[in-house]
Each structure stands twice: as C-alpha cells, then as structure tokens.
Nanobody, 127 residues
Framework: QSQLVESGGGVVPPGGSLRLSCRTSERTLDYYSVGWFRQAPGKEREGVSCINSSGGMTYYADSVKGRFTISRDNAANTVYLQMDNLKPEDTGVYYC????????????????????WGRGTQVTVSS
C-alpha cells in the first residue's frame, strides 16, 4: 500500500483560498480514485471531494460545491484540491486517501471505502 502525503494547509481569513496537494512517491496513482476528506474537532470524518482515476468523474459535498475544485496530474502523481471562498466551517484536518477499486466516486466518496490514508494537513479559516 502506498502512503499518501498531504500539503498546502494553513491559516486564512474567510474568503481566502488554499490549494492542497496529495502525492506519493511510492507508486503510481494512475489507477487510483482519490478522495479528500476532512475532520473538524468533535465531528466525524466526512467526504469533501473525490476524483476517479482518469479525472473524468468527480464528486463534491453540497457544502463545497462551487467553491472547491478537485483535479489530478497523473504525470506528477498528484491530486489537488483548490479551495476558494473559504468559510470558518471549512476548518479542520484535511486528509487524502486512495482506492483502486472505487468505480463510482459520485456514490462512493465515503471514508470507510478508502485506504492508504495520509497524516493530514490542518486548514484553519479565521479572521
């Protein structure tokens, strides 16, 4: 199993932007669906956005639609999450995870179906 590594978190004011990156140097992500998940203090981990192996299918939670964009660069072995117009409720630890057996990210973007979890990157939206 490959270990994924997240980066790009930080502290931004409401309305700000961040771009998160998820990469691995251990093996190719070409065949993996990859998801971004977040966990706020005292809450369960939730699916934010997922992308299939080709990049042709994506899923977004209702709370981030129109503000977040997931993309992937298979040549760079990296999946990105562009987060714009950030809100305080977006605060949490963001994790990426993969699974080569996910065929429908639109219905399967749930933490229990993913593995190869990274350690997470903290995103704090605060004025």
């Amino acid at each position: 199993q490959s270990q994924l590594v997240e980066s790009g978190g930080g502290v931004v004011p409401p309305g700000g932007s961040l771009r998160l990156s998820c990469r691995t140097s251990e093996r190719t992500l070409d065949y993996y669906s990859v998801g971004w998940f977040r966990q706020a203090p005292g809450k369960e981990r939730e699916g934010v956005s997922c992308i299939n192996s080709s990049g042709g299918m994506t899923y977004y939670a209702d709370s981030v639609k129109g503000r977040f964009t997931i993309s992937r660069d298979n040549a760079a072995n990296t999946v990105y999450l562009q987060m714009d117009n950030l809100k305080p409720e977006d605060t949490g630890v963001y994790y990426c995870a993969g699974n080569p057996m996910i065929y429908s990210v639109q219905t399967q973007c749930v933490p229990a179906l993913f593995h190869d979890w990274g350690r997470g990157t903290q995103v704090t939206v605060s004025s």
